[in-house]
């Protein structure tokens, strides 16, 4: 009689479980499927009002661009805009593929900074310690850190330094090549190796480098107006290691790809948080010509006012671009375009990328504060 009770209690008590845990499992998936609800109508809301405002710049001056916008991981916004090159008349597609010049050096920071956590390196240390240039009077004592900073003063022409280094900022491309060096000797490989497997790794398909891309698709670089123009020639050649640099200026991306580089940087995929940390840690603030007072950190600006954005410009002939990432609302914005009007001067080329920063940053306080209210209720 006693075993009986004991299995009775044991049966009610397993019914009472599998019960709960499925009344548990029920609220989860309830919790879940208004999550799915609650974002998919915050998606189409943001989608709805980013739109007319984007386009109202976009289709009034036939920007020749692709814009497009991210958040949470999920498109709101894109419009691709004229053609990759003008004689064929290509269209440009969200798989063009751009030169996105200085946008690349934030590659470059973070290949420094991953061998700085296999301990390769310490960022401190002086670039005199592997490279033979630098072991010069003049050189000797500039640190990687300098380089990542722009803060070295390094100037080859003359071997001179512009100002004692780490006391003021002094934008180097040669800086940047600089480090790129510093990777290939540290790891024994290619600088343009070194990225494809990064790329390979984040799902990256499309992106390449001006040394390695033979393919087609690709945003031919031009001067001048929507009615007259010239190709740029020797694009994309002319950003390999012998000219600008493949860690400076010279890779080629795509706005999906640019996207996912975002998402998976931001969300802790590609650096570790303490050296996420020092990646976006600044050194000096200084007047950007197009991006107003802005610090710089290891390859990425920062804007420290609201919103809060991470962001670089890029500039190689004829081909402007703007990468920014909004992390208070994890939105990601690509523009990149592929012609230039050089005689108006650089501040008239990034007209368009400037007003289409200005109306995404006051979606981003509207967005910030009716989230901040949402989560308070």
């Avoid at 998936?29 to 984007?54: C, G, H």
């Avoid at 990034?350 to 209210?373: G, M």
């Amino acid at each position: 009689m006693k075993n009986h009770f004991h299995f009775y209690f044991l049966f009610v008590f397993l019914i009472g479980f599998q019960s709960c845990k499925k009344a548990e499992e029920v609220k989860v998936q309830k919790r879940i499927d208004q999550k799915i609800i609650e974002d998919s109508i915050s998606l189409a809301k943001k989608s709805a009002e980013i739109t007319p405002l984007l386009d109202s710049i976009i289709l009034k001056i036939k920007f020749n661009a692709i814009v497009s916008v991210n958040w949470d991981g999920k498109k709101i916004y894109e419009r691709a805009n004229g053609f990759s090159n003008f004689t064929t008349e290509t269209k440009i597609n969200n798989q063009t593929l751009f030169p996105i010049a200085s946008n690349s050096k934030q590659f470059a920071g973070v290949l420094i900074l991953q061998l700085q956590e296999q301990h390769k390196l310490n960022i401190e240390d002086k670039v005199s310690q592997y490279l033979q240039d630098y072991k010069t009077k003049t050189y000797q004592d500039i640190t990687i850190s300098q380089l990542l900073h722009h803060t070295s003063g390094i100037n080859f022409i003359g071997e001179r330094l512009l100002f004692k280094s780490g006391t003021a900022m002094h934008y180097s491309n040669d800086g940047y090549k600089s480090l790129g060096d510093i990777v290939e000797k540290l790891t024994g490989q290619s600088y343009d190796d070194k990225l494809m497997a990064l790329f390979q790794k984040l799902g990256m398909a499309h992106s390449s480098t001006g040394n390695l891309y033979n393919g087609d698709n690709f945003a031919s670089a031009h001067l001048g107006s929507l009615k007259q123009n010239k190709e740029v020639p020797n694009m994309p050649k002319r950003l390999d290691k012998n000219n600008i640099s493949i860690a400076a200026g010279g890779i080629l991306s795509t706005a999906d790809d640019l996207h996912l580089w975002n998402q998976s940087l931001y969300s802790g995929k590609v650096l570790s948080d303490s050296a996420f940390q020092t990646f976006i840690k600044p050194a000096k603030t200084f007047d950007h010509y197009i991006l107003g007072k802005v610090k710089y950190a290891c390859g990425i600006m920062i804007h420290e006012e609201n919103p809060k954005t991470y962001l670089h410009t890029g500039y190689v002939k004829g081909a402007p671009s703007l990468v920014m990432f909004y992390p208070e609302t994890k939105t990601s914005v690509v523009i990149l375009s592929n012609i230039a009007n050089e005689k108006l001067g650089k501040k008239a080329i990034y007209k368009s990328h400037r007003e289409i920063r200005a109306k995404i940053d006051s979606l981003q306080i509207l967005w910030t504060k009716a989230e901040t209210k949402s989560s308070a209720i």
